[in-house]
Structures are given as C-alpha cells and as structure tokens.
C-alpha cells in the first residue's frame, strides 16, 4: 500500500495489533496465565481460558477492521482495499466455529467460577 489516499490503511494497525498477538500467542497466554493466577488463585484450566480470551481479542480486533473497512465507500475502494477485505472475511469466517465453541467453553469454565 504505497499510496498515501489508500482508503484501507486505516485499518493497518488493528490487523498488524492482531497478527502480532496471533504470533506470540503461546507467549502472552503464559505470563497472562501467570499474572491470571496470582489475582484469582488456582483456577482448572486457567491457562485454556486465558488463550480463548486471546483469539477472541485477536477475532475481535479483525471483526472491528472489517467493520470499519466496510464503511469505506464502494466508489473509493481500491483493488487493493478490496483484497484486505475479502482476505479479512475468510480469516473470520475460519475463525467464526472456533470462536463460537470457545464461547460456549468460556460460558462453561464461567460457571464453575
């Protein structure tokens, strides 16, 4: 995206925030988890909660790129605004089952709270 009037680079940062955090994933869930169990205590499968939260904030931050790309006027999208958005779309539809089956877990893990 080399052009400064590119209508999508708004969305940059919140999908480079997202592919960061999917990156070190495994990472941040740990000491998240560590920081997780010196507040509440013991918790059964913290770390498992702590990693849904992660790709939820992660799905969530994509959801919110998507959003916001859709309020880009079609006559001022570009090719290129089209290809983040469709390649947007597909990420969140592959994420779309795991993120409703977490929520069913977290649901379940928040009950035994």
Not at 96 to 105: F, G, K, P
């Amino acid at each position: 995206m080399g052009s400064e009037s590119e209508p999508a680079k708004g969305l940059l940062p919140y999908l480079q925030r997202a592919d960061e955090l999917q990156k070190h994933e495994p990472l941040v869930a740990y000491y998240c988890e560590r920081r997780f169990s010196l507040l509440v205590g013991f918790v059964p499968n913290r770390i498992l909660l702590v990693r849904v939260l992660i790709r939820i904030w992660i799905w969530a931050g994509r959801l919110y790129a998507m959003e916001k790309g859709l309020r880009i006027p079609q006559k001022e999208r570009t090719k290129t605004t089209n290809s983040i958005l469709i390649s947007l779309m597909n990420q969140l539809e592959k994420a779309r089952a795991y993120i409703w089956v977490s929520s069913l877990l977290f649901s379940w893990i928040k009950q035994l709270l």
